[in-house]
């Protein structure tokens, strides 16, 4: 659902390290799922997707699972670079192709 | 590709004025864009889904009439805020999918951001 007046949850990585950001669903009806990075005063950049008829999808540096069972969806970046530093939102398509539902997002912070 | 462009990228201005906020899709036709709220460290608040050649879709507890869509081309849609007040100043964005049938996603815009003084 919409999320309202939450404050973002910070994952702090060391550059190098492997970053794992989660992401719960609330509609299982939900068939596609867009995960995006929006830096400040930016509008949110297209990372990767997939369809709920996948379990795992590759991109460069980047792995998006889902696990419809449980609603849960999450993001892999590998070797995390401080230009990964942003806030990463996870959303979900439902009713027909026109409505996305954006999660909380998660602020992604890169110690060098 | 798939590039949307927003303008203005900033806004200030007094207390009763209207603003009009363009967003363009530069290197593809959109059928349907989308405007957004975004108040500081939160996610994005889906205002109204916009159809080129017909009537936006607003969502629950959005003023339509506070709020003017307009969606003449199948490369431009504007937010115009009306009689804007202090309380109307966010960052304002929108996002444009490409024609076509198929799940894909949208593409954003850098956003508006607007002060109301």
């Known amino acids: 659902g919409e999320s309202v007046g939450l404050h973002l949850p910070t994952l702090s990585v060391q550059e190098g390290d492997n970053s794992i950001i989660n992401c719960a669903y609330s509609n299982s009806a939900s068939d596609y799922f867009i995960w995006y990075k929006q830096e400040s005063g930016k509008g949110p950049q297209f990372i990767i997707d997939?369809?709920?008829?996948?379990d795992k999808r590759q991109g460069q540096r980047v792995t998006v699972l889902l696990n419809k069972t449980v609603k849960h969806l999450s993001l892999q970046i590998a070797a995390t670079q401080p230009g990964d530093s942003a806030v990463y939102f996870c959303?979900?398509?439902?009713?027909?192709?026109?409505?996305?539902?954006f999660g909380i997002g998660t602020k992604l912070q890169v110690i060098p | 590709g798939a590039v949307v462009s927003q303008h203005p990228s900033w806004v200030i201005c007094k207390s009763g004025t209207s603003v009009k906020i363009e967003c363009r899709s530069l290197?593809?036709?959109?059928?349907?864009m989308f405007w957004y709220r975004q108040f500081p460290k939160q996610s994005l608040m889906l205002m109204a889904t916009s159809n080129e050649g017909s009537k936006a879709t607003y969502e629950q507890g959005v003023e339509k009439d506070k709020f003017l869509i307009n969606h003449a081309s199948l490369t431009l849609s504007t937010l115009t805020v009306t009689s804007a007040h202090p309380e109307d100043s966010s960052f304002y964005i929108c996002?444009?999918?490409?024609?076509?049938?198929?799940?894909?996603?949208?593409?954003f815009g850098d956003g508006t951001r607007l002060s109301i003084l």
């Open positions: 290197d593809f036709q959109a059928t349907t």
């Open positions: 959303a979900e398509n439902s009713g027909g192709y026109q409505k996305v539902t």
């Open positions: 996002s444009a999918r490409a024609y076509g049938t198929g799940l894909q996603p949208q593409h």
């Open positions: 997939i369809r709920s008829n996948m």
